[in-house]
């Protein structure tokens, strides 16, 4: 299924998602990559609020910079198992949808069945990610250049749905592990 | 992380200090050109603030010309790259089944179709860049030497057969190439080493 849908995308609306659609998003999500999901953690722990908001959407991602006259540069998915460690605490918080790329660990989509959905974008796809995004605002942690957190107003931003909260994973359909002609060695 | 590979004419006099200017080169380009600086301190997590320094490879060869080759690697399919210290033994099934394992365990984390090179033989570190010098052979382009095509041929049969996909999404794409080179290793080795690129598989030359 093609559609759109607004993002945040209300906790009403997630569990109509299912693995494999294909969805363009309008509405406004926060990057976050490695070193701001650290902060978080530590601030997490601390008992602090987060400069994200509870229910937001991450989005796995470290923008280039803008060159003069635009909104932003590149702005592609980084790999998001790297965040793994840091998923089950950002889900206790109230994360319940990120956009990144590629599988999570199985204790990442244990944790997420009927909680949280993931959507995966394209990498390499970084400047029609970059033409989708409207608007761009430095939140928190500036001395992470750019793995800061930055607000992004996006419209009609490409997305597929790679774990609903039944728990279908797209990834473990095409893992590869099935068997091919000639054994690999 | 920008990588520099300059291959140096025998016959080139250079009058002054080539790191520096590949740093200087690699600073302007991501400082005036807008890239991402994405290179930081391993400990401390600190970044640069200029993507330097470069990692550079420099070799020499006949002539009298220096040639540098740019090319900024992304972590994502780096990150899934392998290197196997193989038993003799597992020959060339063992070579292949090692390529075929890399990217398949690789998945979409590298951002497929991947381009996969392969550094045979050597020691380990030689079999790493060797590996990585094969993904600037343009696609298309299959290895001089008849076994290793048929190594680059039956691996890029079975990743293709193994239906990941672009983007670990289900497909017949999962490799565009497989780039395999080799060199000269010990009587007790087989290093393997495979480097992965994704798509966006972008390098530059200048002759100087």
């Known amino acids: 299924m093609e559609y759109s849908l607004n993002v ?28 701001a999901h650290a902060r978080f953690a530590d601030m997490l722990g601390r008992g602090e609020p987060l400069p994200v908001p509870k229910g937001s959407c991450i989005y796995y991602a470290g923008p280039c910079p803008a060159a003069p006259g635009e909104v932003i540069g590149p702005c592609g998915p980084t790999t998001s198992k790297r965040m793994d460690a840091f998923m089950p605490a950002m889900l206790d918080y109230g994360v319940s949808q990120f956009i990144g790329k590629g599988p999570r660990a199985p ?30 605002e430095l939140v928190a942690f500036p001395d992470l250049g750019a793995e800061a957190v930055y607000r992004l107003c996006v419209t009609d931003f490409p997305v597929v749905v790679t774990f609903d909260l039944s728990g279908v994973d797209l990834y473990s359909v095409h893992s590869g592990k099935r068997p091919v002609s000639t054994p690999a060695g | 992380m920008a990588v520099v590979f300059a291959d140096i004419g025998r016959n080139v006099f250079i009058d002054g200090d080539l790191e520096s200017a590949v740093n200087e080169g ?43 080759t740019a090319v900024p690697k992304g972590f994502g399919s780096e990150n899934m790259s392998r290197l196997f210290m193989l038993s003799p033994s597992a020959g060339i099934e063992g070579i292949i089944g090692g390529i075929v394992t890399t990217v398949l365990d690789a998945g979409a984390s590298a951002c497929p179709p991947v381009v996969v090179g392969v550094g045979i033989g ?33 691996a890029l049969r079975r990743i293709n057969e193994s239906g990941v996909g ?30 992965l690129q994704c798509h966006a598989c972008r390098h530059a030359s200048e002759e100087v």
């Open chain 2, 26 to 68: 690699v600073r302007l380009a991501y400082t005036d050109g807008y890239l991402r600086k994405s290179v930081l301190d391993p400990i401390t997590r600190v970044n640069t603030r200029d993507n330097t320094p470069a990692v550079l490879h420099v070799r020499f060869v006949p002539g009298d010309k220096l040639t540098l």
């Open chain 1, 8 to 35: 945040p995308v209300p906790e009403n609306e997630l569990q109509k998602l299912r693995a494999g659609d294909v969805i363009r998003l309008t509405g406004t999500v926060y990057t976050a990559r490695d070193a």
């Open chain 2, 122 to 154: 050597g020691t380990m570190e030689q079999a790493a860049l060797l590996a990585k010098r094969q993904l600037l052979r343009p696609l298309g382009i299959s290895a001089e030497r008849g076994d290793l095509a048929d190594i680059e041929r039956e």
């Open chain 2, 166 to 195: 672009p983007m670990g999404l289900g497909g017949n794409t999962t490799a565009l190439a497989v780039h395999v080179g080799a060199l000269p290793t010990h009587i007790a080795g087989l290093p393997v080493a495979v480097n």
């Open chain 1, 107 to 136: 204790f990442v989509y244990d944790a997420m069945r009927g909680r949280a959905v993931g959507f995966s974008a394209t990498g390499g796809a970084g400047m029609l990610y970059a033409s989708r995004i409207t608007e761009c």
